[in-house]
């Protein structure tokens, strides 16, 4: 699977199916999936913990820490559209929505170059 | 947009033109990402703190509430694959590797029904 | 040190020592306490993703378990404190005015066995 | 209250009797009380998203924003005491055991000026 080609269905009906195998849809209520996408997105988090934000643009350089982060990430996409699946949700349509209104928050004129909550700029 | 039809590789092209616009890819730094990462899906796991995980699956019931629920999961995503952009990493591809270590340790036989780490199967 | 003697200040002060031993200070910027201690809470919790909350309840029983959530407290608590020494707060005084402002928003008639955000009490 | 004075026994008490009252036990489950205290630590963390590390320490110096991250911490720390209320740890006696096994980790030789994790010292 690569980026280009793979739809967010694909990836719901591969974890779907990989959790219903397992017969594990009934730990998988939404508040224990948020509690796990929550603790993995923690995990990636670790690895930026004690580096300097400029420092953290260089993860790529170490091969074996870039395998490690990139399996974290799949952790919070996985549980991500697990979490879809178990609420019925559309996750690209929710993304449509939600950068549509955040382009209503944040015009470009006023947030250009700037990281401050909307309601203060 | 629908998790049918769209592909990782459109919504990655969407968050980063949306963050380029705005000048943000200065604070787009991989740290900070997951740290944004982390508050959002803690976000998420905030509307389920109170009530039970059997409770937690009805939460479509409550239309103003799903609505709310479904921004936190488009913030999430959102920043996982401005994650994907800011460190080079193709999403899609993460995810299968993962996928295909999990089955390793979770085969089907062992894993049916119980909610342990692989190390206690 | 037991809870019943042992004050704040104590253990601000030996965890301050521990990371000044270590020349840990250059690294302990609030930005990067606030995400080592989101990182220690996360751990905390993952002990009880896939248990019920009522299930949660009996973590005691087993001697093994209750050790490593007694770690996994103990650093939330540490970073927390290592938190309050790099930005000059005084945690007691800072929890009574919380408390305070709690009490206002929750008013006992009112909250009483009532798990919803103030606002809609 | 003050630090210097002000005992882990003591806020636990407060925190107890606060939530008592309220018929709040109910809900305080380990598993609710470790989601909420992630929650609380996610929200800490939202105030330095932006900022580099060195920004962070300079935090103090906006008092709206000092009394913000003073509620914020005080929040970690009130679940914090009240998991511990509710699992029966002593948190000092946690504490101690931790800071213990931590000095072992990383020897002041060994760990002088370097952020990375035990096992790789």
Redesign the interface.
């Known amino acids: ?9 694909e ?2 009906e ?2 779907m199916a ?1 959790a219903r ?4 849809e ?2 998988h ?4 999936l ?6 993995e ?17 260089n ?2 350089a170490d091969p074996a820490k ?1 395998a490690k ?3 974290e ?6 549980y ?1 559209l697990e ?2 699946n ?14 549509a ?3 209503q928050k ?1 015009p ?1 004129e006023k ?3 700037r ?2 909550k909307y309601t203060e700029l």
Not at 21 to 24: A, D, H, P, S, T
Not at 29 to 32: D, F, H, Q, R, V
Not at 34 to 39: F, G, H, K, T, V
């Open positions: 699977m690569e980026d280009a080609q793979t739809t967010f269905a990836v719901k591969k974890v990989f195998e397992r017969e594990w009934q730990f209520a939404p508040k224990n948020s509690m796990a996408l929550a603790a997105a923690a995990e990636l988090m670790e690895h930026f913990l004690w580096v300097s934000s400029e420092e953290s643009r993860v790529s870039r982060i990139a399996e990430l799949a952790d919070v996409i996985i991500a979490f879809a178990a609420t019925g949700l559309d996750a690209a349509r929710s993304i449509e929505a939600k950068m209104a955040n382009a944040y470009v947030a250009r170059g990281a401050v």
